[in-house]
């Protein structure tokens, strides 16, 4: 090893210790990074070390929420104003990134994380599609809303919810199966920072806060149907 490397090794030896910067572990850090192996890779996976994953009950539950604020207000005409509008910005952002990747196709440098996030919006709008786009994306911020404790940063919040979004968009391919868990390699590639903040500017510049906003009405929704069951319920103990 060149004597400036092993001069760089030595320092942050001396600014991190040996172990682990996360608090609480103990195991031996990677040379040349603050972390030990481990939470490494669960900050390359989760966005961030100490992020847990996401239980899928919440996940399933918070969809299902969603899900039935839509049903009930389908024929809302304040909601087809939201969804025309959402729609129009998924159309806009379909074209751009089409053209940025028809761009690319014809040689134009462009950083290769930035193109591959190209790709996973790309997949995004023609394998996920609107609607369950909408779904996932309002789902993760209502958990957020729900449990601000969720998510240990935004940045691990932005990082689960690109990967949501790109494990729905991601064809299977037997021939490409991971060979230790037997999932398509797809779903177990790390996302890098770069994709991820690509795909992120993309959806979020097509629904906003909208999921956030959407929190109130669906706890509204939630307690008008508490009071319907429990005036139910008394109104059949006073039947004679």
């Known amino acids: ?19 682990c910067t996360l608090n609480g572990c103990n195991l031996p850090r990677m040379q040349g990074n603050k972390l030990c192996n481990h939470h490494k890779k669960v900050n390359l996976f989760r966005g961030a070390p100490d992020q847990h994953q996401i239980p899928r009950r919440d996940m399933n539950f918070a969809k299902k929420s969603v899900q039935l604020l839509i049903i009930d207000n389908q024929s809302n005409p304040s909601w087809c104003d939201l969804m025309t509008a959402i729609q129009d910005n ?9 053209k940025e990747l028809q761009l690319s196709a014809t040689g134009y440098a462009m950083n290769k994380y930035r193109r591959n996030g190209l790709k996973i919006c790309s997949a995004i709008f023609e394998g996920v599609g609107l609607e369950k786009a909408f779904i996932t994306y309002c789902a993760f911020q209502w958990l957020q809303e729900w449990n601000s404790h969720q998510f240990k940063t935004d940045i691990s919040f932005r990082h689960l919810l690109v990967r949501a979004l790109r494990s729905q968009a ?5 021939s490409d199966l991971n060979k230790t868990t037997g999932k398509p390699v797809v779903y177990s590639a790390p996302l890098y920072m770069n ?7 993309v959806m ?6 909208t999921g956030m906003k959407l929190y109130e009405q669906v706890s509204k929704r939630a307690e008008r149907l508490r009071k319907n069951k429990n005036a139910i319920n008394l109104a059949i103990k006073n039947i004679q």
């Open 1 to 19: 090893m060149p004597s400036q490397s092993i001069g760089l090794v030595r320092k942050s030896q001396q600014y991190y210790g040996n172990v």
């Open 90 to 98: 998924w159309l806009l952002a379909q074209r751009a990134v089409n």
């Open 170 to 174: 991601k064809d299977f391919n037997p």
């Open 195 to 201: 994709e991820r903040d690509c795909v992120w500017e």
């Open 204 to 209: 979020s510049s097509i629904f906003g806060y």
